[in-house]
């Protein structure tokens, strides 16, 4: 086993002992009138941040369902505000790769990038992208990511999500030369771990970013 796998297993060890220990604890504080937590210390927070990297751990493996469910199981309201869109935003995502495209849609009224922290914004818009484009809308999603990169401002850390989202929204368009040059400028940056991560979601440009990966 090499170090890699080691470690996920460890977190997803750790975080899952989290959950069982902090559930208890948290279930109190749910009350109707309550307030959503204001500080980490709060028993809601530490199982929502518990099953969020419980989540990632899973999709780390490719466990999308299973990372799913580790999120859609836990109150939005034990999700501090600051970071509620952004934990929304995951879920999207491997809810795409774990096929169910009906479950991503629905989250599609609270991926709002407005009432989300200026710093998670670029997030959530390439989450709702994301959405959109595996749901038919390829213009909405093109409006949300743009025809090339910088024309919405987007930080590095997510230009080759965008980059695979404008390849798809492109395909769908029949701007398959586009597509393709988009997915190249994605392998050429990052290699084809990018594409490998985004290929369960499929989309109308999965058969050229297979074709991508297969060449390495």
């Known amino acids: 086993m090499t170090?890699?796998?080691?470690?996920?297993?460890?977190?997803?060890?750790?975080?899952?002992?989290?959950?069982?220990?902090?559930?208890?604890?948290?279930?109190?504080?749910?009350?109707?009138?309550?307030?959503?937590?204001?500080?980490?210390?709060?028993?809601?927070?530490?199982?929502?941040?518990?099953?969020?990297?419980?989540?990632?751990?899973?999709?780390?493996?490719?466990?999308?369902?299973?990372?799913?469910a580790s999120l859609r199981d836990v109150p939005l309201d034990w999700t501090p505000p600051p970071v509620r869109l952004l934990l929304m935003s995951n879920l999207a995502q491997w809810q795409l790769c774990a096929g169910d495209l009906?479950?991503?849609?629905?989250?599609?009224?609270?991926?709002?990038?407005?009432?989300?922290?200026a710093s998670v914004r670029p997030l959530v818009r390439g989450a709702r992208a994301a959405v959109l484009v595996r749901t038919g809308?390829?213009?909405?999603?093109?409006?949300?990511?743009?025809?090339?990169?910088?024309?919405?401002d987007e930080p590095s850390e997510v230009r080759q999500r965008y980059r695979i989202t404008r390849a798809h929204a492109l395909a769908a368009r029949g701007e398959l030369a586009?597509?393709?040059?988009?997915?190249r400028r994605v392998?050429?940056?990052?290699?084809?771990?990018?594409?490998?991560?985004?290929?369960?979601?499929?989309?109308?440009?999965?058969?050229a970013m297979i074709e991508l990966i297969d060449e390495g």
């Open 3 to 68: 170090r890699r796998p080691r470690l996920f297993a460890a977190l997803l060890a750790r975080a899952r002992k989290v959950l069982r220990a902090w559930r208890p604890a948290a279930r109190p504080a749910e009350e109707p009138a309550s307030l959503p937590p204001s500080h980490l210390g709060d028993p809601r927070a530490i199982y929502a941040f518990a099953a969020q990297v419980v989540g990632q751990s899973l999709a780390w493996q490719g466990s999308y369902r299973a990372a799913a």
């Open 178 to 183: 586009a597509a393709r040059a988009e997915l």
């Open 137 to 152: 809308d390829a213009e909405g999603a093109l409006t949300l990511v743009g025809r090339s990169d910088g024309e919405r």
């Open 102 to 117: 009906e479950a991503a849609r629905q989250l599609l009224p609270g991926l709002d990038e407005e009432r989300a922290p």
């Open 187 to 207: 392998v050429d940056d990052v290699g084809v771990d990018e594409l490998c991560r985004w290929v369960p979601a499929g989309g109308p440009a999965r058969a």
